[in-house]
C-alpha cells in the first residue's frame, strides 16, 4: 500500500515539514492564479466577441414567423 503525505495509515499520520508544508502552499497559489487568468481570458474573450452590440439586441423576439 502507497502511503503519501497527509494519510493516515495504521493510526498514524505523516507530518509535513516546513519546505514541504511550503512547497504545498505555492502550488496551491499557482494553481488559484491560473485559475484565475483562465476565467479572465474566457471573460475578456466572451466581451469581445458580443462587442458593443450585447445591450442594444432585444431580449425578447416578438417576431413571429
Known amino acids: 500500500m502507497d502511503v503519501g503525505e497527509g494519510k493516515i495509515v495504521d493510526g498514524e499520520s505523516v507530518e509535513l515539514n516546513d519546505q514541504q508544508r511550503r512547497a504545498r502552499r ?12 483562465l476565467v479572465a481570458v474566457f471573460y475578456t474573450a466572451t466581451i469581445v466577441k458580443f462587442g458593443p452590440r450585447l445591450m442594444d439586441r432585444p431580449i425578447i423576439s416578438l417576431d413571429t414567423k
Open 26 to 37: 505555492m502550488r496551491s497559489i499557482a494553481i488559484g492564479l491560473c485559475l484565475f487568468a
